[in-house]
């Protein structure tokens, strides 16, 4: 019997006090209850799900005009070498005439096969 008596007692050690229980079972109150969460979920899903649109429609955005500069960045660079062109094109002009450049390359090329022959002879 006293054997059992032990057992009782230790189990009874284990055990919630009546008060503890009742402590709990307040405590428990301020929790949502199921409804509300989903009464919560009803909520808050729709504004998430507008959220989450925008935020894909902006990653779009950005992606597109990041395509939009690599571009802009390319034709810059053919415009860049198309006046770079013009511009040296306007220097050699200033600088030498084209006429008096086709003059002085006959005679560079008169001289080069004269040279040649004389050379060969």
Avoid: C
């Amino acid at each position: 019997m006293y054997k059992m008596f032990n057992k009782v007692e230790k189990s009874i050690e284990n055990k919630a006090h009546k008060d503890q229980i009742w402590e709990l079972k307040e405590k428990l109150r301020e929790f949502s209850t199921k409804e509300a969460l989903a009464e919560m979920e009803e909520k808050v899903f729709p504004i998430m799900t507008e959220v989450v649109d925008k935020i894909k429609s902006f990653q779009r955005q950005i992606d597109e005009s990041s395509r939009q500069m690599v571009r802009f960045d390319e034709v810059i660079v053919d415009k860049a070498s198309k006046h770079d062109l013009v511009k040296i094109n306007k220097k050699l002009e200033n600088t030498l005439d084209k006429e008096k450049f086709e003059e002085l390359k006959k005679e560079f090329d008169g001289f080069s096969k004269r040279s040649s022959q004389k050379i060969e002879n």
